[in-house]
């Protein structure tokens, strides 16, 4: 896998089709703007390229932290250097909302791949951590995870995800108005009780991935078009009414329903064997224009 794998994020493949991605920026995976571009561009290139992945688990490589969140040393980070103070104030607002939407579109990159992306929660998960988690498919956290959301004690509204996403995972806007607006940390069993990670698994890091690693296996082990089309359908139901879901299954499944997974997966088990799937996409060089 070191064709994915750069300066910060350490990409392997620990049993077939499942891939695992580590943060690796020492010492706290705080973000700046280098490793929020290559973050996305991950996510990108794995679905770009078609690569046979069926399942992936994002966690970090450092056990005390999952991610310190944004690096505010990284003045770009926050859309201005600081030294040009020639543009005028909307002309400013423009870059930053161009910067802004450029951080949400790559922090949100797991939500475009066809494969589900666990997250692997342990350490500290401040600030954009909790942005970056509600963007995956599912969270499992371990025992000794601390969360916040943090970016009032610096003055900011959360603007990469938070916001957008925790509230139509929990239900519990009460609790998440609470968590914003005073920033306090709280644990993996508040979390859980919240509805924001799906598992509690007792421990640190290894024993929070070696959790999700075995979640992914099973996972990768279905049928790829099934797995896909359901990731897909349940965003859309996410972000649209009842009847339009129902009218927006029934046209993808018009399509997907001719799938050779359903034949496969049926001759497989009457033979008392494993399925096996062909991948999703066959990869295509595609002329550069």
């Known amino acids: 896998m070191s064709q994915y794998s750069s300066k910060w994020l350490k990409v392997s493949e620990p049993s077939p089709h499942v891939l695992l991605v580590e943060l690796a920026?020492?010492?706290?995976?705080?973000?700046?703007?280098?490793?929020?571009?290559?973050?996305?561009?991950?996510?990108?290139?794995?679905?770009?390229?078609?690569?046979?992945?069926?399942?992936?688990?994002?966690?970090?490589?450092?056990?005390?932290?999952f991610t310190a969140g944004l690096d505010f040393k990284d003045a770009a980070a926050l859309g201005s250097n600081g030294s040009d103070n020639s543009q005028?104030?909307?002309r400013t607002s423009f870059e930053t909302r161009k910067m802004l939407h450029e951080f949400q579109r790559a922090i949100g990159a797991p939500e475009r791949t066809p494969f589900p992306v666990i997250a692997a929660i342990h350490g500290y998960c401040i600030g954009l951590g909790c942005d970056m988690i509600g963007i995956c498919d599912i969270r499992y956290a371990a025992s000794d995870t601390s969360f916040a959301i943090k970016e009032v004690d610096i003055g900011l509204a959360p603007d990469i995800g938070s916001l957008a996403y925790i509230p139509k995972i929990t239900g519990n806007h009460s609790l998440v108005r609470e968590l914003t607006y005073t920033a306090r940390p709280f644990g993996a069993a508040e979390a859980e009780k919240l509805g924001l990670v799906s598992k509690v698994v007792q421990g640190g890091r290894d024993e929070v991935v070696k959790e999700a690693l075995e979640l992914a296996k099973v996972i990768a082990s279905k049928s790829p078009v099934a797995v896909s089309g359901s990731k897909h359908l349940i965003t859309h139901s996410r972000d649209h009414s009842v009847p339009e879901n129902l009218a927006y299954t029934g046209a993808w499944n018009a399509a997907a329903l001719m799938t050779n997974d359903i034949r496969d997966g049926l001759v497989a088990r009457a033979n008392k064997q494993q399925p096996k799937y062909a991948p999703l996409r066959v990869p295509t060089k595609l002329p550069k224009l």
């Open 25 to 65: 920026r020492a010492p706290a995976n705080a973000f700046n703007t280098e490793f929020w571009v290559a973050y996305g561009k991950l996510f990108d290139a794995l679905t770009e390229d078609g690569y046979d992945v069926r399942a992936l688990v994002l966690s970090s490589a450092f056990p005390k932290f």
């Open 88 to 90: 005028d104030s909307a």
